[in-house]
């Protein structure tokens, strides 16, 4: 089984404005946010999932509208082998339940060791263990959003 290529917005390199990072969690979703060039990637807050996942989405749209984002970027747990497994089936019914709640075009991006990298960052910055759980979802959110923006740059450079 091969993975599924990330998806993006088909006119990304035309379209500037900020971009709603997010990273599903099974807990809580992680959002960030970039700067209107799309050049830089910011955490944002951490949503604590609720038992309604409509009630989630809309949270999720509501801070879109706040920072003005034009797409929203979700995390895609590939595996490490590169196959997409259950986590990745997952996130991507959720992704699908979210279109109808979000106006907005949502792609998906590889977020494989985001996490791990967020913990060796706040880990870094002698953060404890405890104030790491509260942080560790916005910055996944973030590193994503992040490599999303960073290949969309490399794309258009060498494009041009």
């Known amino acids: 089984m091969t993975p599924d290529p990330p998806q993006d917005d ?3 390199p035309s379209q500037s404005g900020r971009s709603l990072g997010v990273d599903l969690g099974t807990k809580r979703i992680g959002i960030a946010v970039s700067d209107a060039g799309g050049v830089l990637a910011s955490p944002l807050t951490t949503i ?13 749209a509501q801070l879109a509208a706040e920072e003005e984002a034009v797409r929203i970027v979700v995390g895609l747990p590939i595996a490490l082998d590169g196959k997409s497994g259950i ?8 992704i699908q339940r979210m279109s ?3 106006d907005l075009p949502i792609v998906t991006w590889d977020e494989r060791m985001t996490s791990a990298l967020a913990h060796k960052a706040l ?11 509260g942080q560790i979802d916005k910055i996944a959110a973030a ?18």
């Open 87 to 94: 986590a990745a089936n997952a996130a991507k019914e959720e």
């Open 48 to 60: 604590d999932r609720s038992s309604n996942a409509v009630s989630d989405h809309k949270r999720i």
């Open 10 to 12: 088909e006119d990304a």
């Open 100 to 102: 109808a709640n979000i």
């Open 143 to 160: 590193i994503i959003l992040q490599g999303w923006l960073d290949s969309r740059r490399i794309a258009r450079t060498a494009t041009v």
């Open 123 to 133: 880990k870094a910055q002698n953060v404890s263990e405890k104030k790491r759980r």
